[in-house]
């Protein structure tokens, strides 16, 4: 039973894997590859870590190790991301054409107030 498992929680990786790949090269601009490269390696990874925490037991050496780079992938794929991003807006990188709405920009329009 675990070997069933195993083998759909590692299938589930690899559906979320090839679709992200597909995403990365589909998608107009850096931010939505972003978006897709950090979705990706969260859904990704995750199955398959825990994949690995099934098959071989959450104690054991290979399924602690497993699990504790899931919840390291938890914690930092959003930091990373985010500031990936940021710091890909704030050199200048454009948005795609047909982005609707940018709301950093918005923001930073807002917060300077009106100009004399």
Do not use: N
């Amino acid at each position: 039973m675990r070997e069933v498992a195993a083998a759909a929680l590692l299938v589930i990786g690899a559906a979320f894997s090839l679709s992200g790949a597909v995403g990365i090269v589909r998608m107009p601009d850096v931010y939505t590859r972003m978006q897709c490269s950090s979705k990706t390696i969260t859904m990704g990874a995750l199955p398959v870590l825990v994949a690995v925490a099934v098959a071989k037991g959450p104690f054991s050496t290979y399924g602690g190790r497993a699990l504790a780079v899931g919840v390291l992938l938890v914690v930092v794929s959003p930091l990373a991301s985010h500031a990936l991003a940021r710091a890909a807006y704030k050199a200048g990188i454009p948005l795609w054409e047909g982005s609707v709405v940018d709301q950093a920009a918005e923001r930073r329009r807002l917060a300077d107030g009106p100009r004399p």
